[in-house]
Nanobody
C-alpha cells in the first residue's frame, strides 16, 4: 500500500512564496512520472506540473514561470516551489504518480493566498 503525505501548505499574501512537499512510502518514485495537482473549492482537481524520471518537467500555463517542480529520488519526495502566488492559486495541493495509473490520494495540503 503506497502512502502519499503532502505538507508545507499555509496562508500567504499575494506575491509570496511557499514550498510544498510530498513524501511517498511503500514504493519508489524514481521509476515514475510524478505530478502535482490542485483542487479549489467547488472545482475539479487539475494537473499543475509533472516531473519525469529523466528530469523533464511540464507546467500548466497558469503557473509557468512561477512554480518549479523538483524531485529527490533518494528521499522519495517531490516538491513544488511556488513563487509570486496569486489569489487563484488557492487550493488543496496533492501529488501522485502519472504513469500506470494513480496511487491512493493523500490528504493534500491547503494553500491559501489572501491579503
Amino acid at each position: 500500500q503506497v502512502q502519499l503525505v503532502e505538507s508545507g501548505g499555509g496562508l500567504v499574501h499575494p506575491g509570496g512564496s511557499l514550498r510544498v512537499s510530498c513524501a511517498a512510502s511503500g514504493s519508489r518514485i524514481s521509476m515514475y512520472t510524478m505530478a502535482w495537482y490542485r483542487q479549489a473549492p467547488g472545482e475539479e482537481r487539475e494537473w499543475v506540473a509533472h516531473s519525469t524520471p529523466t528530469g523533464n518537467t511540464g507546467y500548466r500555463d497558469a503557473v509557468k514561470g512561477r512554480f518549479t517542480i523538483s524531485r529527490d529520488n533518494a528521499k522519495n519526495t517531490v516538491h513544488l516551489q511556488m513563487n509570486n502566488l496569486k489569489f487563484e492559486d488557492t487550493a488543496v495541493y496533492f501529488c501522485n504518480k502519472v504513469t500506470g495509473g494513480s496511487w491512493s490520494w493523500g490528504q493534500g495540503t491547503q494553500v491559501t493566498v489572501s491579503s
